[in-house]
Every structure is written in structure tokens, then in C-alpha cells.
DNA sequence: ACGCTATAGTAAACCGGTTTTGTAAACCGG
DNA sequence: CCGGTTTACAAAACCGGTTTACTATAGCGT
């Protein structure tokens, strides 16, 4: 049976004073005498009495946390080193400000009521839209967040790079390397994300494609174009490079909307004794490191992904800190990374 | 200024009951009256009432919620797969049991204090041992907790893989291929692991390297044996191959504790033009994604990270569940995987 | 009509702290 | 020696819930 430890009554006896003594000694030293100060600093070591965070947390009404909200399962966002280092911007804000940050599962569908379940100073998003039932939850509960990848209004604040440019310019220069004929792999959106009237950021970088193609007089519904629609895992991304060669052999290009799914493709098409990129470009997007590590090396849009977790880290402090509401659109620069993965043709 | 959310002590005045029946009424509903339970039902939706999961947490002396005490700061730990999917055999885990999952950031060297500072209802560490000071202060405040890749004592769950005959496998496997000139690249500890007299990882590998050494008549300080030290980084893999091609031009073979510092160092050779397993060979630990990725395939140890994971949040789950002291030391089996970057010589 | 048992609700204690308010004793200047 | 100010501590309210113990009323069988 695991024993319980000290409480600030059980030092409070121990020190013949009251709890309020006890914690002053800890928090307002200057409050109380020297004398009882030191017994109540010598009988704390002996009993190993420390304040128990949580009874001291709910009292100040904080948690001394914030959550992150999964886009996905846990495999899809830990396969994935575009969000892990999202992550990581935000797990470095909060080591500085000395909070403590929660992984949230995305709760499938009823995103919305479990939320409420845990509890947290305000809350990190990625990819979710106005539309969605839970932005609305979350103001009504009066949880501050800040969005990643997304839109959530104008009243709330978001990080995003601009996507349409970005991937225009990705698909702008694979046209100028002469590719015609294309197989574009988009984000696989949920029947949810579908069914609103708000753009997803699938539907935005389609849209900047689309302007590219266009450009050069090649219209998104062109048969040479074939859109496929996957999820962001490495295995996914081999999956639709097996579909690729064996539905659309005449594709020379192959654009992802994420290197993972880009380094699928070409480990599939490499296993499979294809040359890439001779047999086939693929492009990517995110500028992850293993994209420097396939051989390839992956042409690829890069967007400062740590960046944007400290950036909406410390925007979401801000709201905590200042208990108002900003109303931050940030939009961080992209830049299109040209390697090897794609190949000059005719 | 953000409003506060409704309290069940509001919701109970707008109900003309008790606080007590508001409980009730959520928690055990068949104790009261139909009608007032439709009331309050209604009135909570009016009123935007759910209960708050600080205070209800509280009340019930949990926090749903455990915590993954980071071996590293968050860029090594994030950059990590092989941690990454850890993380995520523990959050799936959490998932299942409706608990979120934080991460604690390691605190440098006074990791001791800082963990109280975080309310969680156990704990998971990585890479600890009994000598160090956290096992003792953890025990004496009765945080629950399991140790991934560590030796926290008989009386505390750990989770390993036997981490000897996985690099005496590893190491043997490269001396049959006929290497004797090789260039380890061990696992850096800092001060702090240093002083311990207890074995760190880093050196039972060593050991189980130079068990395999010593079969072929070799020792461990032998002049073709050069021991490397070096973080858990891709470009700290870099790093070392850069020294080691600057002064140790001999060496045929590159053994790496870690999968990412294998990738590290065969990124670089490649880069500056040599050719894997050619002209070196390099050989990892982990079995990460990426090993399949890279060209060559990487030569490495399998284990199970996810799996890992798994076990210690169940056996975490199991220990707070039962309120009692189990004492599993879990070794999960490690397997040799051959691929392409370890070259048959002579 | 009586006593017994359900039913439906409430009051109060509790979880472990913080903070406001109160108060006794010491201190102080004139 | 008196009135006012400090100093050093304590009492009590509070954070938002849960739970135990209690009470009033209704329903029941006999």
C-alpha cells in the first residue's frame, strides 16, 4: 500500500503553528519570524514535506499547463517529424516559462466534449477551421488557444505559413523542369473536414497548384493531372507510389504535399528498382531532415516547423498572461529547398 | 477579460437544489428525481455547465494524467525516433485509459525538485539508475514510476532489452563480416552518469562490443579500436564521421549506438563523396524508420520501441490502479537486422 | 393508524493549498 | 504611560468539486 506524503496540516502540527504559517514560510518568507521559519524549514526536511502542486495549482486556479491538441492518432503525429518539431517549439517555450505541456488525443469525431476532460491553461490546435464544432466549445468554455495550420476565425489566433504561394511556387518550378504530366498526392481529409464550406489547407494548396498549372495552360481536372489522396505516413506514401506506376506509368512527377509521403514514394519506387529521379521526380513538402538523408536528396517547400511551435507557444502565454484576447495571424515565410529529387526533362 | 465558466455552485442556485444533487446528477444520477435530473440537464446546457476536471480531479485526489519524464532536452529527444515512438506506445496506452500524457522537461542536473513542481498521477523515465538521486526522491514523495532503459532498483519497474548480447550480437556480427579496424561511436553520458558506480547503457554495450572482441583475440583498448563519444543528434553523427575520416582513415567499420548517429555519419560520408559500405561500413542501434530509408539500408538491433512504450504505461497503469508496489523487470527481445551498410571484407 | 422502508434531497466535511481579515503582543515616540 | 503602528501569527473563507451522514416525505404492508 503506497503511503501518502506530508501535507502542509500534518507540518502544521508538527510545528505547533497554523497552515497559513506554513505557507507563508514558503511563499512569503519575510511574513514570519526567523525562529519559526527555520523549524518550519528543518521539520519540512524531515517529514519531506513539499507543497503538493496540485492542491496549490487549484487554489491559484491555474495548472501550470498547456495542451496540445493531436491532429491525428499518436502514430500519425510521432511518424511525422513536420509535427514532432512543432512539438518541440512548443515543448522549448514551455521549459522557459516553466509549464509542463499535455498531449491530447484527437478524440476521433467528438473532439468536443472530451476536451473538457482535461485540464489545461489554454491549448495548441493544429488544422482546424472555424467551421468546426470545437472552436466554438473551446471560446464557450473560456479556454484560450492558438492554431497551428489553420483557420479558426478572426478572433483567435492562428500560425500558418502562406499556403497557396507555397505550393504554387513548389508546382511553378516543377513546371519549369518541363513535367507535364503529373500525379499530385494530397492530404487525405476526414469526412468531417470534407464536409465543411471552409477551405482545408488540402484545398489551398490544391488551389496554388492550380494557379501554377494554369500559368502554363494546364487546367487541376487535365487528365495528365491525377489527384490521389493519402495519409501522411511513410508506408501510406509507398502505398500510392505502388497505385502510381501501376495506373499512371506516364507521370514523370510525383508532388506531395508532405515529405513523408514524398520519401515513401521514393524508397517504394527505389525498392522496386526504379531511378529517381530518371524514372521519376518527387517533390515534397515540410523540408523535414530525413529529407536531406534519402537519396535522393527531396526538392521540398521548407517552413520553419519549430518556429511555429514557439511562436504559437509564446502567443498562447500571452493570452494566458495577459487574460485578454489577441488576435495574431501569423504568417511565417516558406521557401522552395531545390535538391535532387527533381529532374530537368525534355 | 475572459469570463470565468459556470460552477457547479452557480448551476445549483440556477437549479434551486443542493450542490450535492448537481454531483449527483452527474455522477450518480439514478439518486435523484427524474424531473429535477431533466432540469439540471437542461439548466447545464443553458448555462454552459461542465464540470471542471481541476476541481473534480481534485476532489478525487488524481490527475489523469501521467507523466514522460525527457531523457534529454526536447530537441534530443524529439529528433529522436527511436524516444519518439516510445512516447507513442505510452500515449496509445493513455488513450485507451482516458488519460492525457506530459512531458517534463529533464531540469538539467537538479531534476530532483523540479518534478514536484508537475502534478501527475506516475511517471515514466528513461535511462535512470539506482544510484541517482531522483529514484530516492521520487520513492519518498510515492510517485509511482517506470524506468525505460535504466536500472532504477530491485524494488521499481524497469523495462529493458539486454542491452549486452544485443551489442555483442551486433559487434560479432561485424567481426564475422571481417572487420578489425572499427571505430565505436558510444552514446555521450554526462558528468553526472559518469560519477555513478552503476552501469550506464553506454557502457554495458561497451561491454557486450568487447565480449565479441574478445572472442577474436582482440581487447577493447586495442589501437584499431577507437572509442568515439558523441550526442544523440543527426549532425552530431556528422560530426564524428568528419573526425573519423580525418584521423582514422583506417577504420573499415562504424559502429554506432544509435541509429541516428549511423545516419548522421553515413549522411556525411556521402556527402563528401565515400561510398557506403565501400569504403566504410557503418552499422546502428534501434531499427528506426529511417534505417530502411537511407541508402544503404542500415545494419542495426531491432527492438521494440513502441512496444516498450506499451509495457511501461501498463505496467505504470498497473501500479497506480492496484495502489501497490509491483516489481516487473521486463527484458523485451532485441533481434540482429542485416541490411545493406556492413560490407563482407577480405 | 402504525411503524418500516424507500426515495429525494440537503448540510457539512473533505481534498491541500492560498489569501483576506483579524488579533494579541511588542514596539515606539512624546 | 498612552495611543498608534509593527510584527507574527491564526481563523476563516475560498478554489470546485465529491461523498458521507442526515432528514423529510411518501409509500407500503398489516
Given at each position: 500500500m503506497r503511503q501518502k506524503r506530508t501535507t502542509i496540516i500534518d507540518l502544521a502540527k508538527a510545528c505547533n503553528v497554523s497552515k497559513t504559517t506554513i505557507s507563508f514560510a514558503f511563499n512569503n518568507p519575510e511574513r514570519i519570524g526567523k525562529e519559526t521559519y527555520d523549524l518550519i524549514m528543518q521539520k519540512a526536511k524531515e517529514l519531506d514535506y513539499i507543497p503538493n502542486p496540485a492542491g496549490r495549482n487549484f487554489s491559484l486556479k491555474r495548472k501550470q499547463t498547456i495542451g496540445f491538441l493531436l491532429p491525428q492518432q499518436?502514430?500519425?503525429?510521432?511518424?511525422?517529424?513536420?509535427?514532432?518539431?512543432?512539438?518541440?517549439?512548443?515543448?522549448?517555450?514551455?521549459?522557459?516559462?516553466?509549464?509542463?505541456?499535455?498531449l491530447i488525443p484527437p478524440f476521433n469525431d467528438n473532439m468536443n466534449d472530451a476536451v473538457y476532460k482535461v485540464s489545461v491553461d489554454g491549448l495548441i490546435t493544429m488544422g482546424i477551421n472555424v467551421e468546426m464544432d470545437i472552436v466554438e466549445s473551446l471560446k464557450r468554455m473560456f479556454i484560450p488557444f492558438v492554431t497551428i495550420d489553420g483557420h479558426p476565425g478572426e478572433d483567435t489566433p492562428s500560425i500558418n505559413i502562406d499556403n497557396k504561394a507555397a505550393s504554387y511556387d513548389l508546382m511553378k518550378e516543377v513546371l519549369e523542369n518541363g513535367h507535364r504530366n503529373i500525379a499530385i498526392v494530397a492530404l487525405k481529409e476526414s469526412e468531417y473536414e470534407k464536409s465543411m464550406r471552409f477551405e482545408s489547407t488540402t484545398q489551398i494548396r490544391l488551389s496554388g497548384f492550380e494557379k501554377a498549372l494554369n500559368e502554363y495552360g494546364i487546367s487541376l481536372s487535365d487528365p495528365n493531372i491525377n489527384i490521389y489522396d493519402e495519409e501522411c505516413f511513410i508506408e501510406a506514401g509507398m502505398n500510392v507510389a505502388k497505385q502510381i506506376v501501376k495506373t499512371n506509368k506516364d507521370a514523370t512527377c510525383i508532388?506531395?504535399?508532405?515529405?513523408?509521403?514524398?520519401?515513401?514514394?521514393?524508397?517504394?519506387?527505389?525498392?522496386?528498382?526504379?531511378?529517381?529521379?530518371?524514372?521519376?521526380?518527387?517533390?515534397?513538402?515540410?523540408?523535414?531532415?530525413?529529407?536531406?538523408?534519402?537519396?535522393?536528396?527531396?526538392?521540398?517547400?521548407?517552413?520553419?516547423?519549430?518556429?511555429?511551435?514557439?511562436?504559437?507557444?509564446?502567443?498562447l502565454f500571452d493570452l494566458i498572461d495577459k487574460n485578454e484576447i489577441a488576435t495574431i495571424h501569423k504568417?511565417?515565410?516558406?521557401?522552395?529547398?531545390?535538391?535532387?529529387?527533381?529532374?530537368?526533362?525534355?
Open positions: 499518436f502514430e500519425g503525429t510521432f511518424s511525422n517529424p513536420y509535427i514532432t518539431q512543432v512539438i518541440q517549439g512548443i515543448g522549448d517555450i514551455c521549459t522557459e516559462k516553466d509549464y509542463t505541456l499535455t508532388v506531395c504535399m508532405s515529405d513523408v509521403i514524398a520519401i515513401g514514394c521514393i524508397t517504394y519506387l527505389k525498392q522496386n528498382s526504379y531511378k529517381i529521379p530518371q524514372d521519376f521526380s518527387v517533390v515534397g513538402f515540410d523540408n523535414i531532415k530525413t529529407s536531406t538523408i534519402v537519396t535522393p536528396n527531396l526538392t521540398t517547400i521548407m517552413q520553419a516547423s519549430i518556429e511555429k511551435g514557439e511562436i504559437a507557444a509564446k502567443t504568417i511565417l515565410p516558406h521557401r522552395l529547398i531545390k535538391r535532387d529529387s527533381l529532374k530537368k526533362i525534355n
